[in-house]
DNA sequence: GCATCCAATTGACCGAAATCAACTGCTGCC
DNA sequence: GGCAGCAGTTGATTTCGGTCAATTGGATGC
């Protein structure tokens, strides 16, 4: 209501990249210095975002690309008969929107799964300050390439993995970027809900609650809503690769 | 065996970007006059390569991106377990291999399915050359935001179709690039094994069989081994879409 | 505090596609 | 020319995960 409450929510945001806890994960990993300062004046803060409001819309116009700075996003299209399927989850650190380079248009939506804070690096901006910096744009293409290894690794489960190792893929892959986040890697708190999950991995959300049981059952986890524990990392690691079909596998190469 | 098969080879190979037929599909859409002259300065020819060869290995280190020129490619991973996941298959005019922009290897594999031409881009050069041509830069962010929206598509088709919808919308995906080249669009030619494209569907090859043969059954196809004709495009087109259960398409969202 | 609503779980049943198996027919090689 | 070997097809059977249905239980609101 006071402009008190303003200043501090503005000081809360304008954060420069050389301060910000995420510095390592984020656009300025490489950039060091001069550099990183004149980045700083590319970014545009953005309010926080409420749970279920979108960051993007299919449609939308392209105006800038996008930082999580706490909380967490889903991505997801939806195809002309309407089938969505959601493409990631984005933890604190990671961009988002790399999908309207192609066309100036987003063709994906991105919906904040929690309370989020935002970054917003408006992409003429980005384009002005990579040409003085030229580590920018490698920077940039090396985030985008790495977005695009993740998305193989989400190709390769839906193609050629049962129920079950998707669910310990996606587990144990949330826990590894928990732990980069130096969040703990054993006890996760799963913003999103089962049905994001089942759609994500491309199963039937009761498949998913099953497994939950199933992997809780076996000593696996310990489940309690949105709260999991990985009680032996080991075993969950084994579920992420039992032996599946032989046509699966690698036929003649090498 | 004479010089002068080794020149009209050479003929054939070095031609300058301007000149190629494949110009206004490949990197140099968008970039014009001088600066198409310099992008030139930065592609380097490359030896044609047999079917069943490969361009790069998982493991490689990155040196290049390239562009196919001629014949078709596929890209695959595969995971530890060894399961082996088909990503894309690659026409004249498209640019592989930016997996490798992540982090400097090559995390996938491209091998030849027929004879093919291949224009070799150092990634080097090509920095340097974008340095001076800013237009480049961002022609190429279009060109892998582009690759990340085709894999979307790849990824709702795993995720959410079953196998007959998988099955024709590949073939109509080849169709729009066949067409796309100036070749016909109803009358493909599939340079890959039905194992390959079961592989890149998520299908078994089985299925994929008794799918060419339903569709012909039913007067979409003709089929005859690699050779596809498409007799009923329209009727193709709406196996693209038929109606699935209801928990796959979207919920509240909008 | 209680009613409503929706997320999540659990159970029973079903079906699409995988697996297993047999066979056909190219293709290439001696 | 004939045979080996593999790609592709076809059929029978199984199975994993989806669908349908009922229930639980945590939140939210009055």
């Known amino acids: 209501m006071d ?33 990183l300062k004149q980045l700083d004046t590319a970014i545009r803060d953005k309010r926080a975002l409420e749970r279920g409001s979108s960051l993007y819309r299919d449609g939308d116009a392209f105006k800038a690309l996008y930082v999580v700075r706490s909380g967490s996003l889903k991505t997801f299209v939806q195809n002309e008969a309407g089938d969505l399927q959601i493409l990631a ?8 929107g790399f ?22 690096l408006p992409y003429d901006r980005l384009m002005q300050v ?23 690794r989400h190709l390769v489960m839906m193609g050629r993995q049962p129920a079950q ?14 732990s980069r986040l130096n969040r703990s890697d054993t006890s996760l708190t799963l913003s999103m809900s089962r049905h994001d999950i089942a759609n994500y991995l491309g199963l039937a959300v009761e498949t998913v609650s099953r497994l939950f049981t199933r992997m ?32 699966l596998k690698r036929h003649d190469h090498d």
Not at 99 to 108: F, G, I, K, Q, T
Not at 135 to 151: D, G, N, P, T
């Open 3 to 35: 402009s008190g409450a303003v200043i501090l929510d503005l000081n809360q945001l304008r954060r420069s990249c050389a301060s910000c806890s995420l510095h390592e994960l984020c656009l300025p990993a490489g950039i060091y210095g001069d550099d």
């Open 89 to 96: 989850f984005h933890l604190p650190g990671e961009i988002l």
């Open 99 to 120: 999908d309207a380079l192609a066309s100036n248009r987003h063709v994906s939506q991105a919906e904040a799964l929690e309370h989020s804070g935002i970054c917003e």
């Open 130 to 152: 990579s040409n003085d910096v030229p580590a920018l744009h490698r920077q940039l293409m090396r985030v985008i390439s790495r977005e695009m290894v993740a998305e193989h």
């Open 165 to 178: 190792e998707r669910l310990a893929i996606f587990l144990q892959n949330l826990a590894d970027r928990y």
């Open 216 to 247: 809780q059952e076996t000593g696996v986890l310990e489940v309690n809503r949105k709260s999991v524990r990985i009680l032996r990392p080991d075993l969950l690691a084994e579920l992420c690769n039992t032996q599946h079909p032989a046509h």
